[in-house]
């Protein structure tokens, strides 16, 4: 009853930006999206979460991320932001919207009880 689709990878240079968008969409009245956030994969690599923010707001990071990374909502629209700056090669990953309409939130939470969405590619070089 969750569809995710993720859209704003692309290549950049290390220090620079880009923000990632994830619209949600639910089908059924009596269903809410309790928990959302964004995890990356990167090869030869564990999947990693990113960052999360639950039905009130309250967001958390990764440490690798804390400080440059900052996770947002569209309430009216329904949409997730990822906004990341001063991007590091380290970044480089396919990053993941992720939803879970149960069971509470955290970035360190994502795993495979949640809907994921498609994913989009961020690369960033030197």
């Known amino acids: 009853q969750v569809q995710l689709v993720e859209s704003g990878g692309g290549s950049v240079q290390a220090g620079g930006s880009l923000r990632l968008s994830c619209v949600a969409s639910t089908y059924g009245s009596s269903i809410s999206i309790y928990c959302m956030g964004w995890f990356r994969r990167a090869p030869g690599k564990e999947r990693e979460g990113v960052a999360s923010i639950d039905s009130v707001g309250s967001t958390t990071y990764a440490d690798s991320v804390k400080g440059r990374f900052t996770i947002s909502k569209d309430n009216a629209k329904n949409i997730l932001y990822l906004q990341m700056n001063s991007l590091k090669l380290e970044d480089t990953a396919m990053y993941y919207c992720?939803?879970?309409?149960?069971?509470?939130?955290?970035?360190?939470?994502?795993?495979?009880?949640?809907?994921w969405g498609q994913g989009t590619q961020v690369t960033v070089s030197s």
């Open positions: 992720a939803a879970r309409t149960y069971g509470g939130c955290g970035h360190s939470s994502i795993d495979e009880s949640f809907v």
